[in-house]
């Protein structure tokens, strides 16, 4: 750890630490990224100017996609970290000292700026949410909504569906299949990477039928769980698995790419689905989403959500991973497939 404090002082107020960590990216990688591309350092909490907000992050949300951040042109729809800088995510925290009337001390706030203990900003940054939404603030973090815009919108889950999963014991994936279940699908089957997980999904999570894409050819399994063949497919992962699900659709079949899972996990270039004659024949819709092109949702999707949670009638399955300095092996370790449920970070509190 690199020890080196800014030379500004810290004057917030009693109580609020005089320093805290921030993790740099400080080498692009060559393929998978290793431990030596981040620098954690403890920096000095800067003083606060007019309109600032200081906040203490509790929790900060690690996803496969800043794997692809860190590599630099990715494709996806947000900036690359850059050398040198403090990286970004989704983080959750509280405010600790306000020189904007809109936010208070105590306020609980959702924000980009992870991969810091202290974030400080401008108030128009966080986003302030209701404390007792859900039974811990890590939960705001979760991938819900990404899972119900993703079956809703750009898969157009209808009641009697058969649906499809890969990374079904992740944080989009354990969330899709239970909602595509409360939707209405007829059947919901997962693919994870280790029999644990399998029996993860259909022991606790309810999904009717799961397979590790391990064992053999994934037609194969996929063809045994869907007799019946498929007619949504939440595609987390590509290669393999999207051919199969192409090849195990029915007519009129629709898949939703949210993730490539293939591709994260290895940092090689993605075979992709392979021969389309499949989907000209079954007039098949393959249409990749970002969340961001839904947020309209987040509000119809966050009561529906409580109200599962309150009824028991959903699982919400989260790993909690413990400070900053152990979250870029965990970075790596997420995607390695050590965890289940959405991964998170607590950073404070
Ligand atoms: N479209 C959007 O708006 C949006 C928003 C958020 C996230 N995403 C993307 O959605 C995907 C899922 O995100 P998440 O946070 O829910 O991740 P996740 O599923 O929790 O990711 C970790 C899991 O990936 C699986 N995995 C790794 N390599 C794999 C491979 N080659 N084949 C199959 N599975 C593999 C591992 O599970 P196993 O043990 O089962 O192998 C691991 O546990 C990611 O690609 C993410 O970047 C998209």
New binding site residues.
Partial sequence: MNSSLKSTPASIRPGVPRTGLEARLVARPQGLPTLDCFEITEVAVPDLAPGQVLVHNLFM??????L?LMEGESG?PMPRYELGEVMYGDAIGEVVASADPSLDEGDLVIHRLGWREYAMARAGVFRRVDKDAYPAPSMHLG?GL?AY??LMNAAELRPGDTVFV??????????AGQIARLKGAARVIG????RD?VAHLTEKLGFDAAF??HDGPVHDRLREAAPDGIDVYFD??????LRAAIEVMNVHGRIA??????????ARPDEGPGDLLSVLGKRLTIR??????HLERAAEFGAQFRSWLREGSIVYDETVIEGLASAPQALLD??????????VVRLGG
């Fill in positions: 949300s690690l996803d496969p996609g800043m692809m996806l991938f990404v815009v993703g890969s990374s079904a014991a992740g944080a989009t994936g354990s969330m693919s994870a990477g280790s997980k590790d894409y987390n992962v590509g290669g393999e698995q790419v949210c993730g490539a899972l293939n591709r994260q996990s290895t990749g989403f970002t969340l961001w092109d997420l995607v390695r497939g050590a965890y289940t449920g959405k991964t």
